[in-house]
């Protein structure tokens, strides 16, 4: 299996070059102060300890936002996370306005994605009426395999300013928060949208982070082929390498700016 682990003296390169991204990003726009969701999950605690690096407690503003299907241990760890890091926070619940839109449009009630998807688009929402007040950047957390394959909501999730730990792959995100000394608790904890009760990102995904971080990186980031990843990546198909290629193409359009047509000749 490739080895996607960092050592330590590139993961200190990377700390230092995720916490200038988000100082430069900042400065770019004007502006010191950025909001972020925590979730307690390992993404956003990630970027909430490089953004408190980059930018000082005092200009970043977490917000917890539990709803009808937030693990309490989850709210209760992003809270955890806020306090560690001394940063001012609120907690919003969003099931109210999620309960709104579904009396507006109650043909969705039991559609458990579209559902899901719309409490990823109102924390979006409420991540931007404060940067708007606050004069702030919205900070993502969203990372290369997630990227890669498209597993976030369309403007929910990804309805952001930037993404700081972009260009790491799902395991490397754990090896950095690891290396800042976030507690292995967080580390460890599975991946989980919590989009829906019970759901984890490798279940719905059908493939674990670890084969999939070594199949995008050896067949859509690297040039091996179809064949050769199978071969290279320990228990893989090649009809596993291909479904997660599909995903890959399916999911262009949610990492480009949507189209318009071209002028008439
Ligand atoms: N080819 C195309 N060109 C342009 N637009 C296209 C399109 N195909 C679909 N669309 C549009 O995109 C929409 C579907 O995209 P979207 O609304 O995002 O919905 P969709 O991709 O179906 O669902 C989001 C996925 O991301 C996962 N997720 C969400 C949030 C957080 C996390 C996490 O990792 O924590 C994971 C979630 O569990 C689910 O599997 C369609 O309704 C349509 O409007
Ligand atoms: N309950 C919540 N409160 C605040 N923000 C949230 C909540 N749920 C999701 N988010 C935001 O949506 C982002 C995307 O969720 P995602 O699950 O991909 O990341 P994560 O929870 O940080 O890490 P993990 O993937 O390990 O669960 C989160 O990082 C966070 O910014
Ligand atoms: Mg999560």
């Not at 390992?42 to 408190?52: C, E, F, G, N, P």
């Not at 539990?66 to 560690?84: L, Y």
């Not at 799902?170 to 928060?177: E, G, I, P, S, Y």
Request: negative net charge.
């Amino acid at each position: 299996m490739i080895d996607l682990r960092l050592s330590e003296s590139e993961l200190e390169a990377h700390r230092e070059h995720l916490v200038q991204f988000i100082r430069d990003t900042a400065a770019d726009a004007g502006t010191e102060q950025a909001v972020l969701g925590l979730s307690g999950g390992i993404d956003s605690t990630l970027t909430a300890y490089l953004a408190v690096e980059a930018l000082g407690e005092e200009n970043l503003h977490g917000l917890v936002m539990p709803g009808a299907v937030s693990r309490e241990e989850n709210m209760t760890d992003a809270e955890w996370v806020a306090q560690e890091l001394e940063i001012p926070y609120d907690v919003f619940e969003i099931n109210p306005i999620v309960d709104k839109l579904l009396d507006a449009y109650s043909e969705a009630e039991d559609d458990q994605l579209a559902v899901g998807n719309a409490r990823a688009r109102t924390r979006a929402v409420l991540n931007y009426l404060v940067a708007n007040h606050e004069g702030a950047l919205v900070l993502g957390t969203g990372n290369r395999s997630e990227a890669l394959v498209g597993y976030f909501t369309k403007y929910g999730d990804g309805a952001v300013d930037c993404h700081p730990v972009g260009n790491l792959y799902k395991q490397q995100v754990r090896q950095l928060a690891a290396h800042l000394g976030v507690p292995d608790e967080l580390v460890e904890k599975q991946p989980t949208a919590g989009l829906w009760a019970g759901q984890t990102d490798e279940e719905e995904m059908g493939i674990d982070y670890d084969t999939l971080d070594a199949i995008l990186a050896l067949h859509i980031d690297g040039p091996l082929s179809v064949s050769a990843t199978a071969r290279q990546v320990d228990g893989v198909t090649e009809e596993e390498v291909r479904r997660v290629s599909e995903m890959h193409a399916r999911s262009e359009h949610k990492r480009r700016v949507p189209p318009s047509p071209d002028p008439l000749d």
